[in-house]
């Protein structure tokens, strides 16, 4: 069977070349629709299957910023992309990753590295299962009480109207988005998410696109094609500093982009007929998976680890499919029906 494995000359590690493709095309999918690279799942996945940390986190930042061009390609045709929100948050983004790569390099010489990611990974991601469930729950309360709002429905957490309110200079309208806030706002929140960017070898959307709507008060669709806008770019100088420190392993990033680049089309067509609480809750359940993976492997059960993150990504990748081939499905008969109707 050594014909499934493959040799990554700088790590000097044999890696299972299927998981590198099943990895690529299900987290283009998943990425295209969540409105981020999938690296939340990519490092955690990377590792499981033997990459060494610091590795893992770089070679995915260079994986994701690759494929986010394609997914951001598609999401500005549709509209969903607000440029003028996406470079204002370009500023703490850049200097968020840096503080978090310098990080991992620190922790990597005193041989931390590994365990630390992986504990701030499982934090993290309880953090964002608990808000997108949360905030279903409130919603599904709201809608039972009558408490809807015409434009966006129910809603459960509505910090970003607080955060509205504060009111320091410069104050930008965000057109595409709908709504009016001080700069400082996006530019504080890119910086957090680009600090834990650098640091778990992510674009930045596993807490940037719940902050997008949470925080910010983006659509969620808008938040997915802005996010995706971000990722992008902090995915290029992600991979760029990477690159500099001798972190990333070119092989496997195109191994992966193969498959990335077909799943991504498939997973942003599949955000125009699935649209807010449908997409969260599909995020919130792929979270969850990702965070039981991540603890199995800090536990030192590397087989049910590997099981279980591919089997999660697999799945949800399936029901992304889904999604999309029903919704079209059903816009073709309707459009025959309007043309028979007419």
């Given amino acids: 069977m050594?014909?499934?494995?493959?040799?990554?000359?700088?790590?000097?590690?044999?890696?299972?070349?299927?998981?590198?493709?099943?990895?690529?095309?299900?987290?283009?999918?998943?990425?295209?629709?969540?409105?981020?690279?999938?690296?939340?799942?990519?490092?955690?996945?990377?590792?499981?299957?033997?990459?060494?940390?610091?590795?893992?986190?770089?070679t995915d930042i260079a994986h994701i910023a690759g494929k986010s061009m394609v997914s951001t390609m598609r999401h500005s045709k549709f509209g969903n992309v607000d440029y003028v929100l996406g470079f204002v948050m370009v500023v703490g983004t850049m200097v968020g990753i840096e503080i978090g790569a310098q990080l991992v390099m620190a922790l990597e010489r005193i041989g931390l590295v590994g365990s630390a990611v992986r504990w701030v990974y499982v934090c993290v991601l309880a953090l964002i299962a608990y808000m997108v469930f949360s905030d279903y729950a409130k919603a599904v309360k709201k809608k039972k009480m009558g408490d809807v709002d015409k434009e966006k429905g129910a809603e459960g957490i509505i910090w970003y109207k607080t955060l509205h309110k504060i009111a320091i200079p410069p104050m930008v309208n965000f057109k595409v988005s709908g709504f009016r806030c001080s700069a400082w706002l996006p530019i504080v929140v890119s910086l957090v998410c680009g600090i834990l960017a650098g640091f778990l070898g992510i674009g930045g959307g596993l807490l940037r696109m719940p902050s997008l709507v949470y925080l910010i008060g983006c659509p969620t669709h808008i938040a997915v094609g802005t996010d995706l806008f971000e990722v992008m770019?902090?995915?290029?100088?992600?991979?760029?500093?990477?690159?500099?420190?001798?972190?990333?392993?070119?092989?496997?990033?195109?191994?992966?982009?193969?498959g990335a680049a077909i799943g991504a089309q498939i997973g942003t067509v599949a955000t125009k007929y699935s649209k807010g609480y449908g997409i969260r809750i599909a995020f919130g359940l792929a979270v969850l998976c990702c965070m039981v993976s991540i603890i199995l492997k800090q536990l030192k059960y590397d087989a049910p680890a590997a099981v279980l993150i591919l089997t999660a990504i697999g799945l949800i990748c399936a029901y992304i499919m889904k999604i999309m081939f029903q919704g079209a499905a059903k816009e073709l008969r309707d459009k025959k029906a309007g043309a028979a109707a007419s």
Avoid: C, Q
């Fill in 2 to 58: 050594d014909w499934l494995y493959m040799h990554m000359p700088i790590s000097g590690v044999e890696i299972l070349w299927p998981g590198l493709v099943l990895i690529g095309f299900s987290v283009g999918v998943i990425g295209g629709f969540f409105g981020m690279g999938g690296a939340w799942m990519v490092t955690p996945g990377l590792n499981i299957l033997g990459f060494p940390m610091a590795f893992a986190i770089g």
């Fill in 233 to 258: 770019i902090s995915g290029l100088y992600g991979a760029f500093t990477y690159t500099l420190k001798g972190r990333i392993e070119i092989i496997a990033v195109f191994v992966m982009l193969t």
